[in-house]
């Protein structure tokens, strides 16, 4: 067997690995797929990740799932940004300046499960993909002729598996990346984020959008809509030296809800969980027959719902080369290509985005403050500048910039 005829590994299913190994199987490229979690659990993931920006929607209609996610999902047409202290939205941007841009001028709110769960029920009726559900990732060896990786069964059983490439599509602890020696650069925020998932219409009650970023001084704030009837998620900084059980301590919780928007009663709060948050990048997404996508590649602020997006795009940048490698219609040497297209999304525009962000909410300075709300305000308000900011902010640029590249 010739290593174009080897299946392509992918290690992790989430949201990367899954849309890579769907484009995959679209293009009749078979592929192994390696999830240490089980069926059930693995559905059961906290519902992270749920805002999918136009540029993605675009790839994942080509992948044939957008019409399955959007019953799940909830349209999003524009977002508003806030002024905690004076309780007052200073600007608000409509996702129709890019009607002639993309075929998806807003923003579906739709949970990753989701998303893993229709890619999945799809990717088998392909019948290219070998999901291999509770099995953990070892290591794995390469050379000019492809790929040994070792796997374990829940019963501890081990498997060597045969490959072209492997992908590691495993999140930001990365084993293929830690075993290649590849330095993942960056830093780590001083603070903690606190995500609660609360029943409550803050649309109704508020006049909040199904979108909103809030700026704070001394705690700035997201607040989202899920799909679900009455279910929003809302962020707020916690202090790091502060331990875990009294920031999800209901007495904790209840008090920065009630900062946020008093009520004259408790709110239900459904879910809680803390994160700590970091903006890293790997130093090379390739080596050899090895490729980095998604979290394993680059890990960023939440702010602005990046992170899942750039790694759908990673899969999809990944699966057009890795087709016309497998193909025969180019060498691998197409793949350092990726490596500099992608790491330059990353550095870029994620990274970039995702600072800027951080830095428009948390800023302190009351001057600043204002200062930054303006521009933010103009922007909106002009129609050029508004499209422009949209075109970022939804990575359709981020998209064209990347293809520009050698």
């Known amino acids: 067997m010739t290593n174009l005829n080897k299946p392509v590994v992918i290690i992790g299913a989430g949201p990367v690995g ?36 136009p540029a993605t929607l675009e790839m ?58 229709e890619a999945l029920q799809v990717l088998r009726e392909t019948k290219m993909c070998d999901v291999r559900m ?29 490959g072209s490439y492997i992908v590691s599509a495993e999140g930001g602890r990365s084993i293929i990346r830690k075993s290649l020696g590849i330095e993942f650069e960056g830093y780590t925020y001083p603070e903690r984020t606190l995500t609660v998932a609360v029943c409550y219409d803050f649309d109704k009650a508020h006049g909040y959008a199904y979108r909103n970023y809030l700026s704070d001084p001394e705690q700035w704030s997201n607040l989202f809509k899920w799909t679900q009837p009455e279910r929003w998620r809302v962020h707020f900084p916690t202090d790091i030296q502060d331990p875990p059980e009294k920031v999800l301590s209901d007495e904790y919780i209840q008090t920065q809800l009630q900062r946020f928007l008093p009520r004259d009663q408790p709110y239900e709060v459904v879910h809680r969980t803390t994160y700590t948050v970091h903006q890293r990048i790997a130093s090379t997404f390739r080596s050899g027959r090895a490729i980095l996508a998604g979290d394993s590649a680059h890990v960023n602020s939440p702010i602005g719902g990046m992170g899942m997006n750039s790694g759908v795009h990673d899969a999809i940048n990944l699966g057009q080369k890795l087709c016309d490698i497998l193909q025969g219609r180019t060498s691998d040497e197409v793949l350092d290509r990726y490596s500099r297209q992608r790491r330059h ?7 970039a985005q995702t600072e800027r962000n ?23 308000e002009d129609s050029k500048l508004c499209r422009e900011f949209m075109l970022r ?3 359709i640029n981020s998209v064209k910039e990347a293809a520009e590249i050698l």
């Open 18 to 53: 899954i849309c890579l190994a769907l484009y995959l199987a679209q293009k009749d490229i078979r592929s192994i797929m390696i999830e240490r979690l089980d069926p059930q659990t693995f559905l059961d993931q906290e519902p992270r990740a749920g805002s999918i920006h």
């Open 393 to 395: 902010t939804s990575l």
């Open 60 to 117: 994942l209609d080509d992948l044939g799932l957008y019409e399955r996610m959007e019953r799940r999902g909830l349209i999003a047409p524009t977002v508003q940004y806030w002024d905690r202290e004076t309780d007052s939205m200073f600007a608000e941007f409509d996702h129709a300046v890019l009607k002639n841009d993309t075929r998806f001028p807003y923003v579906l709110q739709c949970e990753r499960t989701k998303i893993i769960d």
């Open 358 to 380: 951080k830095k428009l909410l948390a800023e302190k300075d009351p001057a600043v403050r204002k200062k930054n709300h303006d521009q933010v305000k103009r922007t909106a």
């Open 134 to 162: 509770s099995t953990e990732f070892v290591s794995f060896t390469q050379n000019e002729k492809g790929i040994e990786a070792l796997i374990t069964d829940n019963a501890g059983n081990e498997e060597r598996i045969s």
């Open 345 to 351: 999304v990353a550095v870029n525009h994620t990274k």
